[in-house]
């Protein structure tokens, strides 16, 4: 059993170190595999000679208290805010995974129990293998080397042939049927993740390469970009905004900051401190007192979009999610409200181009001479930060044109092609340019995505917005004045070539929407009351919800009584164990006489209650001690006790160690 249950660790280990790449940006792999490992010793803790509930209980104690621990992590780690709601202590991206680890933890217990649980558990790691796969909108591969996969693939369902023959030795003909079906799904399961990425850039670039299909059917922006050859524009409608003051010129609203930058991978989010999802509270950020920046207000009223989707302009000081109305054809509605920018040339010419935190994330421009060659020509002579972060941004915008079809490089560097070739893409690869040239000159730049609108976009002072106006631009970080926006991307089209931009819109199919919001915008009231406070906004961790210090102590109390009540619940006996369980009442009669009645051990007790006596020595000494005796011996045990009310509560949750050296009995 114990090769098995080895086995068994390294199959799921397999298969979870691919769904943890969902994760890959909030925690590491080295606390992952703590986790999941953790999660195999717990259920080995776990008793099996009791019933199946109260075992289950006992994980459900170990649950909470892992839960706790990681609180008190996060706590430790000078992340710590408080929130007065209880049981939403942990980062909101690891939340999913904190049940998965969890369910491994039942299913090992579980096949320890149940032999069968072993022998048909290969089509859950075969299930969660397509699960894992199918939606490739957050998951690509091209970090992966193609040969690793195939040889990963092929080790996994050999190793899943080596456990089948271990569990099923004695039948031989099963086994054969077995391998020969393995050996049939080993090509098939080697191109899955050929296919799922196919299907999934394909989604990708029919909306600009920046939104994808979510599994509810609607829409997200991806959280990490590539250069496409050939990218269309969608034309579906996702939100109204409604802005104040009106938006003049054209304005950009952020939905992910893309940090992390790999040559083959391209920008992607880092854990970096950005709070990117919408909560169902009230959020306040006590941001940073950066010079020049005006208060903008911002209405969002979601129809086709995540449902957990923020968006905000550039620097989000306050997020309120409101109720929705009944029979309302709006997904979520929230408001925002941004302190935005109005630094002149001149105040950013004589601030630093220069950010502090995260310095191993903004220096990355994946060491590209050429890149640096032509940053370095683009800003020669320039004396100051800003004059450098103008140079970069008017060279690309005046001299590239854009389209939607940049064209295939010989090589595979398409962004070598696009700047020194082809000279013609869409808006990813003007941010990817602007950002990578400005890191490689050492200004802290880093591409966000999101979509703009425009000045005059509006019916009736809301502003459809839709998927063709989704957008990447460059930020960079100006002391004093913070993560200033730059859009590098040309307004020039590339000559002999037609933009697509979506059909336009019949503004008679847009005013049943335009009137619902006008008829129940003035009653919308908050979602929740409850508001909380984040103190830096450069300082916390993505989509974090963490917990006050009382709801702690909460949850490890909460872990702890279910563990203890559990060893109690042990007094009541399973199978033939009753003479075990009669032991262990009568020590926790002698601990409550012990402490209230100063009676110093089990003989005492005995002295004073004949029938007890007589009823425990057949505990002790009768070898037919059945279950009409135990339950005639726990009613006499009853009546014995001396403690009532909150001392019985008290001392059914303290140690036995807490008050004495535990008797011999």
């Known amino acids: 059993m114990f090769k098995v249950q080895v086995m068994r660790y390294f199959l799921w280990l397999y298969i979870l170190s691919a769904v943890y790449l969902w994760w890959q940006g909030v925690v590491t792999y080295p606390f992952f595999i703590t986790a999941f490992s953790l999660s195999f010793f717990i259920a080995f803790l776990a008793p099996t000679k009791v019933s199946l509930l109260r075992s289950l209980l006992y994980l459900a104690g170990f649950g909470l208290l892992i839960l706790a621990s990681n609180l008190i992590v996060l706590a430790i780690d000078g992340l710590f805010f408080e929130l007065p709601l209880l049981f939403i202590g942990f980062n909101l991206n690891f939340a999913p995974l904190l049940p998965i680890i969890l369910s491994i933890t039942l299913l090992t217990y579980l096949s320890r129990r149940f032999k069968a649980v072993l022998?048909?558990?290969?089509?859950?790691?075969?299930?969660?293998?397509?699960?894992?796969?199918?939606?490739?909108?957050?998951?690509?591969?091209?970090?992966?080397?193609?040969?690793?996969?195939?040889?990963?693939?092929?080790?996994?369902?050999?190793?899943?042939?080596?456990?089948?023959?271990?569990?099923?030795?004695?039948?031989?003909?099963?086994?054969?049927?077995?391998?020969?079906?393995?050996?049939?799904?080993?090509p098939l399961l080697a191109l899955l993740p050929y296919l799922f990425t196919l299907t999934s850039r394909q989604m990708s670039q029919n909306f600009g390469g920046l939104l994808q299909p979510t599994l509810d059917g609607r829409f997200d922006f991806?959280?990490?970009?590539?250069?496409?050859?050939?990218?269309?524009?969608?034309?579906?409608?996702?939100?109204?905004?409604?802005?104040?003051?009106?938006?003049?010129?054209?304005?950009?609203?952020?939905?992910?900051?893309?940090?992390?930058?790999?040559?083959?991978?391209?920008?992607?989010?880092?854990?970096?401190?950005?709070?990117?999802?919408?909560?169902?509270?009230?959020?306040?950020?006590?941001?940073?007192?950066?010079?020049?920046?005006?208060?903008?207000?911002?209405?969002?009223?979601?129809?086709?979009?995540?449902?957990?989707?923020?968006?905000?302009?550039?620097?989000?000081?306050?997020?309120?999610?409101?109720?929705?109305?009944?029979?309302?054809?709006?997904r979520r509605i929230y408001a925002v409200n941004s302190l935005i920018s109005t630094a002149t040339a001149g105040q950013l010419g004589a601030s630093r181009a220069y950010y502090p935190n995260h310095r191993d994330i903004y220096a990355n421009w994946g060491d590209d001479e050429d890149i640096l060659n032509l940053a370095l020509?683009?800003?020669?002579?320039?004396?100051?930060?800003?004059?450098?972060?103008?140079?970069?941004?008017?060279?690309?915008?005046?001299?590239?044109?854009?389209?939607?079809?940049?064209?295939?490089?010989?090589?595979?560097?398409?962004?070598?092609?696009?700047?020194?070739?082809?000279?013609?893409?869409?808006?990813?690869?003007?941010?990817?340019?602007?950002?990578?040239?400005?890191?490689?000159?050492?200004?802290?730049?880093?591409?966000?995505?999101?979509?703009?609108?425009?000045?005059?976009?509006?019916?009736?002072?809301?502003?459809?917005?839709?998927?063709?106006?989704?957008?990447?631009?460059?930020?960079?970080?100006?002391?004093?004045?913070?993560?200033?926006?730059?859009?590098?991307?040309?307004?020039?089209?590339?000559?002999?070539?037609?933009?697509?931009?979506?059909?336009?819109?019949?503004?008679?199919?847009?005013?049943?929407?335009?009137?619902?919001?006008?008829?129940?915008?003035?009653?919308?009231?908050?979602?929740?009351e409850q508001v909380i406070t984040i103190n830096s906004a450069d300082s916390y961790l993505p989509q974090l919800a963490r917990a006050s210090p009382a709801s702690i102590i909460i949850i490890i109390l909460a872990g702890y009584i279910l563990i203890i009540t559990l060893k109690r619940l042990s007094f009541l006996p399973r199978n033939q164990n009753f003479k075990v369980a009669g032991r262990q009442l009568m020590?926790?009669?002698?601990?409550?006489?012990?402490?209230?009645?100063?009676?110093?051990?089990?003989?005492?007790?005995?002295?004073?209650?004949?029938?007890?006596?007589?009823?425990?020595?057949?505990?002790?000494?009768?070898?037919?001690?059945n279950r009409q005796d135990y339950l005639a011996f726990k009613e006499l045990w009853r009546q014995a006790r001396a403690v009532k009310g909150l001392w019985r509560l008290w001392l059914w949750l303290t140690p036995q160690w807490f008050w004495y050296k535990k008797n011999d009995c």
């Open 222 to 330: 991806t959280d990490e970009l590539s250069l496409e050859t050939s990218v269309n524009l969608g034309s579906e409608l996702l939100l109204f905004l409604r802005t104040q003051p009106p938006i003049s010129g054209r304005m950009l609203f952020k939905r992910f900051t893309l940090a992390g930058y790999n040559p083959e991978r391209g920008f992607y989010r880092a854990a970096i401190g950005e709070l990117e999802e919408l909560l169902p509270y009230q959020i306040i950020i006590d941001v940073p007192n950066y010079n020049s920046r005006i208060p903008f207000e911002q209405e969002f009223y979601v129809i086709n979009l995540s449902d957990t989707a923020l968006l905000a302009a550039n620097m989000p000081q306050q997020i309120t999610p409101f109720q929705n109305w009944a029979g309302s054809n709006f």
């Open 119 to 186: 022998k048909y558990e290969f089509i859950l790691r075969f299930a969660i293998i397509l699960a894992n796969f199918w939606p490739m909108a957050n998951y690509n591969l091209t970090f992966f080397n193609p040969l690793t996969i195939l040889i990963t693939t092929a080790i996994y369902l050999l190793a899943e042939a080596v456990y089948f023959i271990w569990l099923n030795k004695d039948y031989s003909k099963n086994i054969k049927k077995s391998l020969l079906s393995l050996i049939i799904l080993i």
């Open 587 to 625: 020590q926790l009669l002698a601990l409550e006489k012990m402490i209230l009645q100063r009676q110093n051990n089990i003989y005492d007790i005995l002295n004073n209650n004949k029938p007890l006596a007589d009823s425990y020595r057949k505990v002790l000494f009768s070898p037919s001690f």
């Open 377 to 528: 020509a683009i800003t020669a002579g320039l004396t100051n930060d800003y004059q450098r972060a103008v140079a970069l941004h008017d060279y690309l915008k005046y001299n590239y044109y854009y389209s939607l079809n940049p064209g295939q490089s010989p090589d595979g560097n398409q962004l070598n092609y696009f700047l020194f070739e082809g000279f013609k893409g869409y808006c990813t690869y003007f941010a990817f340019a602007m950002a990578l040239m400005a890191r490689s000159i050492g200004l802290p730049a880093r591409v966000a995505s999101g979509f703009f609108a425009e000045e005059g976009g509006d019916i009736l002072g809301f502003y459809p917005i839709s998927s063709a106006v989704a957008h990447a631009w460059v930020e960079i970080y100006f002391e004093g004045y913070g993560w200033i926006s730059f859009d590098p991307t040309s307004d020039q089209l590339a000559p002999d070539e037609v933009a697509t931009f979506g059909d336009s819109y019949d503004i008679t199919e847009l005013f049943p929407l335009l009137n619902e919001i006008i008829g129940n915008r003035l009653q919308l009231t908050p979602l929740n």
